[in-house]
């Protein structure tokens, strides 16, 4: 392979080819939609957990919601050609929005369990809808930081 950091038009033609890699990396309609039923499963499990019946178990809807997750991934990277599920965490740009999310989906699992157990219960749902749109806007971001990524030429760390 020849070394094409001399030449303009490879170089060009490499900003090219990952300006229209990036472009690609828009998600479609139902990876937003289905990672909001995702998360609003996930934010409902307080609720199930207090309001359910004893017997019922709420393990496979988490269960249901990990597969649903991994056929989302696995139809972004179907989509658009690259599969980000194990990026987020490696690229340097995503970082922080995924680090930021987890931290959210704990602190707001915790504070709905909290407002539940005081029987504040308009104030546990506005927390868990809060949660759902805050998690999407961190999807969102991870997947603008993977493309700006691209975009530039930068690598994982």
């Known amino acids: 392979m020849r070394d094409v950091a001399g030449d303009p038009a490879a170089l060009e033609r490499l900003r090219v080819q990952r300006s229209r890699l990036a472009d690609r990396m828009r998600p479609p309609w139902w990876y937003m939609s289905g990672f909001a039923v995702v998360w609003s499963l996930i934010f409902a499990c307080p609720f199930s957990a207090r309001f359910l019946p004893q017997g019922v178990r709420i393990w496979p809807v988490l269960v249901a919601a990990l597969a649903v997750i991994c056929l989302l991934q696995w139809g972004l990277a179907r989509a658009t050609g690259i599969a980000v599920a194990t990026r987020s965490l490696r690229d340097r740009s995503g970082r922080p929005a995924a680090i930021a999310t987890i931290g959210l989906s704990i602190a707001a699992l915790a504070a709905e369990a909290f407002l539940i157990d005081r029987s504040l219960l308009v104030a546990a ?22 493309r700006r990524t691209l975009r530039t030429g930068g690598g994982t760390a």
């Open 125 to 146: 749902i506005a927390v868990a809808a809060l949660a759902v749109v805050a998690e999407l806007i961190g999807l969102r971001t991870r997947l603008r930081a993977i």
